[in-house]
T-cell receptor, first 110, second 116 residues
């Protein structure tokens, strides 16, 4: 069954701290892995898109990693800011489908 | 560019009524996607158009849902008759490239639908 599982479901961290969000997928065939950030009341915004052959991709303070062998991806946020508070959605793509994870809700507090 | 435009932003209707959601994709984009998001099910792809042609409608929940794209700058998602379980946020997204590959998808602000 094609599915994407994200952990943790929710996370609270202090401003300035780092955090890592996890994504495990079972999608076949697999070609790409995306991370989206969704602010409350808004549409998702793409952070990174990686092909199956890429191991890491950065977008500012966001760094995504991909291990296609273990079917795992992570999103690392460095020096968190209050504006990082959002839902982060992992999406695995391949063939003729996109499979969405349920998201991790991150709250950054001062 | 104004980005993907959706209307209305909020819709409240009674069960049994027809609902039409509208989307204007980013100019020059040839792919358009309709999504539904709920707390229970997360983000779900409903239908995908490429060059105005429906390519994948396997996510459309049932015959009450229909989508059209009469031209490159406009799409509608219609629910008739609406039911309370259709209450959700509906997103439209467009992409400059086709398929489920590496094309970046740009999401609109969404339409929050409440069916009472």
């Amino acid at each position: 069954k094609n599915q994407v599982e994200q952990s943790p479901q929710s996370l609270i961290i202090l401003e300035g701290k780092n955090c890592t969000l996890q994504c495990n997928y079972t999608v076949s065939p697999f070609s790409n892995l995306r991370w989206y950030k969704q602010d409350t009341g808004r549409g998702p915004v793409s952070l990174t898109i990686m092909t199956f052959s890429e191991n890491t991709k950065s977008n500012g303070r966001y760094t995504a990693t991909l291990d296609a062998d273990t079917k795992q991806s992570s999103l690392h946020i460095t020096a968190s800011q209050l504006s990082d508070s959002a839902s982060y959605i992992c999406v695995a793509g391949g063939g003729n489908k996109l499979v969405f994870g349920a998201g991790t809700i991150l709250r950054v507090k001062s | 560019d104004a980005g993907v435009i959706q209307s209305p932003r909020h819709e409240v209707t009674e069960m049994g009524q027809e609902v039409t959601l509208r989307c204007k994709p980013i100019s020059g984009h040839n792919s358009l996607f309709w999504y539904r998001q709920t707390m229970m099910r997360g983000l779900e792809l409903l239908i995908y158009f490429n060059n105005n042609v429906p390519i994948d409608d396997s996510g459309m929940p049932e015959d009450r849902f229909s989508a059209k794209m009469p031209n490159a700058s406009f799409s509608t998602l219609k629910i008739q008759p609406s039911e309370p379980r259709d209450s959700a946020v509906y997103f439209c997204a467009s992409s400059p490239t086709g398929g489920y590959g590496l094309g970046e998808q740009y999401f609109g602000p969404g339409t929050r639908l409440t069916v009472t």
